[in-house]
C-alpha cells in the first residue's frame, strides 16, 4: 500500500469558532512542551474545548476528530 500525503492548507470556508478553539488549545498545549497523546488528552480535558456531545477527551476520540477535521471536503 501507498501512503501520501494530502496536506490541507487551505479551505474553501472560514474554519468554525470550535475548529478555532481546538487550534488554539492545541498550540497552548505544545508550547507548554506537552507532545504526548496522553499528555495532550488530559490537558485538553482542562480546557473548556468539548468533541461532539460534550463528554471528556480520550485517545480515540481526539484521534478520530483530527483525521475528521484534516480529511479533504
Do not use: C, K
Amino acid at each position: 500500500m501507498t501512503l501520501r500525503l494530502q496536506p490541507v492548507q487551505s479551505r474553501q470556508r472560514e474554519l468554525t469558532s470550535y475548529e478555532h478553539a481546538l487550534a488554539d488549545e492545541l498550540e497552548a498545549i505544545f508550547g507548554r512542551g506537552v507532545h504526548d497523546l496522553p499528555g495532550l488528552v488530559a490537558a485538553l480535558n482542562e480546557t473548556g474545548v468539548r468533541p461532539a456531545g460534550g463528554a471528556d477527551w480520550t485517545e480515540e476520540s481526539f484521534t478520530a476528530e483530527i483525521a475528521r477535521l484534516g480529511a479533504p471536503e
